[in-house]
């Protein structure tokens, strides 16, 4: 499913970099999870909140800022929620749509063997081009709106 809103342009990584301080596979995967929210909800820096469930430490935690350079979802707004866990759940919801990502555990693994500045750049890239499905459970719930 690569569709414009998919493709992390070369504009796109440098704002990412440029905030985040260095490139690293973990701020990919906050961009891609955060693009394809986009495309799904669509984009919307007030309305569409995120909620994210990781552990609070780099490398980890570096995908938060992958997800508010994607998204606009930002700490100073409130609309961006850290829950600390040991896994990577991202939950995105606009108006009555929730967007559940799990990384899956081969593509967690795989992150994990890295040790050199050189790995995590490389690692970047390979997650660059990795599609969302191969990196992320997904699922898309209408949520009931309360009467």
Known sequence: MNGIYDEITSALLNEAVKFHGHLGPFL?????????????????????KAI??????????????????????????????VREGESILIIFIKDNKLLKMKLKDDALKSLKEMSTKEDTEQKAFETINK????????SIEEQKMSE
Not at 29 to 47: E, S
Not at 131 to 138: K, M, T, Y
Request: charged share 20%.
């Open 28 to 48: 990919i995967l906050g961009l891609k999870a955060g693009l394809y929210a986009n495309r799904v909800l669509g984009k919307d820096y007030f309305r569409t």
């Open 131 to 138: 599609s969302i499905n191969e990196l992320f459970d997904i």
């Open 52 to 81: 994210v469930e990781t552990r609070p430490s780099p490398p980890y935690s570096c995908l938060i800022d992958g997800i508010q350079v994607a998204t606009g979802c930002t700490m100073g707004k409130g609309n961006i929620m």
